[in-house]
């Protein structure tokens, strides 16, 4: 979501980056996470804190149920004030 408000192209992303453009596919999609340098340089492109994309990568059924108001809790004000 945030590649696509910054009008940047999977393409553009990869090239930044160091990475394949079938890369950073695969990274939106959920099929690979890639390891920490590419995150942090994903992050500096984007503009973002390392610690939003970590946490929004975790799915809300990665948490029990009685964690998943802290869940919310954390991730609705970064969704709030870097996405949407």
């Known amino acids: 979501m945030l590649r696509n408000k910054r009008s940047m192209t999977q393409a553009?992303?990869?090239e930044r980056c160091c990475?394949?453009?079938s890369a950073v596919c695969y990274l939106e999609t959920g099929k690979s996470f890639p390891p920490k340098a590419t995150v942090d340089r994903i992050c500096r492109e984007l503009e973002m804190p390392t610690?939003?994309?970590l946490l929004a990568s975790i799915e809300e059924e990665d948490f029990p149920m009685e964690k998943r108001l802290l869940y919310h809790s954390m991730l609705e004000p970064l969704?709030?004030?870097l996405i949407l």
């Open 12 to 14: 553009q992303l990869a």
């Open 19 to 21: 990475m394949s453009s």
């Open 51 to 53: 610690a939003y994309l």
């Open 79 to 81: 969704r709030d004030a």
